[in-house]
């Protein structure tokens, strides 16, 4: 196929930035937010930032003064990637970059997703909704296994039980903040990968180590300086390395998915196992995130990247010119 390079609207457009939110990952969005707005500015583009806080009168009020072209939508967390503001930028009529209301909604709740994903025949891990009180009793799960939030993103209270004990079930429980139901899922021994798709492009698989020995990628693996390490492309096995490209841009397509999701792995060498964890639809657009990592192994700028997600909410975007998928050192 034949791909047009994309180059900066000679019409600059004004875009209007949404950041900081309530949710947990509210920093984490204020971050994107900013390198965001450099990078539309770099463009060629107007920016207005609007800070998307308690009072969604004030955020829709902000966003009819700007009178913005398009939003770029760098909000996480729920309220941001739910579908809730999609939903007002809906009744606005403001295109917006990412997915749309439902998109969104069945993306942020892993019970929904879960559901989605089995039906398209993807990998997922064994899993179960539990309750505080349930989970009390009794362990939802043989261990070891895996107990999450069913709406919260960057791993926001993800526990892993590798040996079950009812003592620590009951602090879990007791201690529960993220609604009435928890997500418990069979624990996947092995690698975490991950790969971006843009479009209709899976880009490249980047495999993920938190600096921690014997860590996880949690929340501070994530955002904090020298946190983790990335890896692109992953050195895997080719057909792994195929296997996970595919079923990225098949979640992508089973769930709805616009503009830009990332689908994250576990990856169990000694069986060959490859599963689903979680599809994100508002990808983190930090420094240290993954998909413009991703975007610039395949020839595409962070400027050129935020460019095209407001040409795509346009419905403006032409195909992206990407450089061949980085090939991995098969071990």
């Known amino acids: 196929m034949t791909y047009t390079p994309i180059l900066p609207t000679s019409t600059p457009l004004s875009i209007a930035v949404l950041m900081g939110g309530t949710s ?6 204020l971050s994107s937010g900013k390198a965001v707005m450099a990078a539309l500015k770099e463009a060629g583009h107007h920016v207005h930032a609007i800070d998307a806080g308690p009072d969604i009168t004030a955020t829709i ?3 009819k003064a700007c009178k913005p072209d398009a939003v770029f939508n760098a909000l996480h967390g729920p309220g941001g990637e739910d579908g809730a503001i999609q ?8 295109p917006y970059t990412h997915s749309g209301v439902l998109a969104s909604a069945i993306a942020m709740n892993k019970a929904s997703t879960r559901m989605a994903l089995q039906a398209a025949g993807l990998p997922v891990a064994e899993g179960c909704l539990t309750t505080p009180d349930e989970l009390k009793k009794q362990a939802p799960l043989p261990a070891p296994y895996v107990l999450k939030p069913v709406a919260e993103g960057s791993s926001v209270g993800v526990h892993i039980i590798h040996k079950d004990d ?5 602090s879990i429980a007791d201690s529960w903040t993220f609604g009435p139901q928890i997500l418990a899922e069979r624990f996947i021994p092995g690698r975490e990968l991950t790969v971006a798709v843009l479009g209709d492009d899976a880009l490249a698989v980047t495999e993920i180590l938190p600096q921690e020995s014997g860590g996880f990628y949690d929340f501070a693996a994530k955002y904090q300086a020298n ?11 080719a057909h792994i390395t195929e296997q996970a490209l595919a079923l990225a841009r098949k979640a992508h397509q089973a769930l709805g998915c616009k503009g830009a999701s990332r689908t994250d792995y576990r990856y ?4 060959d196992e490859l ?5 994100n639809t508002q990808p983190g657009m930090t420094a240290t995130s993954l998909l413009p990592e991703q975007a610039a192994a395949r020839g595409v700028s962070y400027p050129l990247l935020c460019h095209w997600l407001v040409m795509d ?5 032409h195909p992206l010119s990407l450089h061949p998928v980085p090939l991995p050192d098969n071990r």
Do not use: F, K, M, Y
Not at 275 to 279: D, N, P, T
């Open 268 to 271: 169990n060498s000694d069986s």
């Open 275 to 279: 599963v689903i964890l979680e599809v």
């Open 227 to 237: 946190g983790s390490r990335h890896i692109i492309p992953a050195p895997l096995p």
């Open 61 to 63: 009020q902000a966003l």
């Open 87 to 94: 939903g007002v930028l809906e009744w606005l009529g403001l």
């Open 166 to 170: 009812a003592e620590r079930r009951t």
């Open 24 to 29: 947990s990952e509210r920093s984490v969005s």
């Open 313 to 317: 909410a346009l419905g403006q975007a």
